[in-house]
């Protein structure tokens, strides 16, 4: 919840970015770096916004479902706990009796899913021992050929209520409910992939706007004060501070008079490379 009221504030402010600087293209196009972080920005925007669609898709069906199956395994497995709580009293089962004796409706309730996965199919393997009944198809078929067997099985089912169908509910229990925990999880992770990739976007997108975009701002301080002034104020309230021209490039900046943004940008650029070679030339006099 948190990550979807951030990302929908972050996506708000990139939206008002574009929102000024679309409506003073002419500025952009007068340097073609300014207009290419534009392009940038824009491009970054429209992605953000087809990982945002993907990523508010609504798993609440999936998790309502899993909480569901859930239930139901739960209700299954305690029902034939009971019987076999039963069974082992009437025997003096005592290690059985030990074995069941936690498993009550809220100690399974409290169970993590793994967990009552684990316990449902321990239930499962007990009550199949217990009562007789086969679980594959070659005892079904020794079953089926031994009639000793079958009047046995159907002695316990008719004394204690275990029947072969309660024990293939947990089993089919036990598969839906992890059936719709795998589907869940793969939704959930990809949630979680998306929020990755929108986060990856969100810092490039920050970089881009305070290294190159906001500087490039500031050199129409004068020479377009409303255009700054609307940008300024879309930025301050991102950044929690106004844009401020770092001291070392505000002087060669304010001091070119009425000078073009191409002007001042080639004649810091040719500062530059005398600079260089100035230290290139000091270097290879020491």
Known sequence: MKDFKDFNSKLDGISQIIGVLSKNLEILKKVSKFGDHYDEINQNYKKLIDLHVLYCKD??????RINSRRHELLDKTMT???VLQVYATDKEKTNLQL???LLSFEYLNDCSDLELIKISKKVWLTATKVGGYSTTFLKRIKSALNPENSKANLK?????????????????AIISFIESMVIYQQAFNKKINLSGEMKQVFKETKKLLSKKTD???????KSNPDFYKEYNQVRELQIKKPLIMPANEESSVLNTGNESLEEVVVVKSKRKNLQAQEVEKQESLS
């Open 99 to 101: 074995r069941l004796e």
């Open 156 to 172: 316990f089912e008719k004394k204690y209520g275990l029947t072969s169908e309660m024990i293939k509910d947990i089993e089919e």
């Open 215 to 221: 500087k490039f701002v500031l050199l129409y301080q």
């Open 80 to 82: 034939v706990i009971k």
């Open 59 to 64: 798993i609440s069906t999936l998790e309502t």
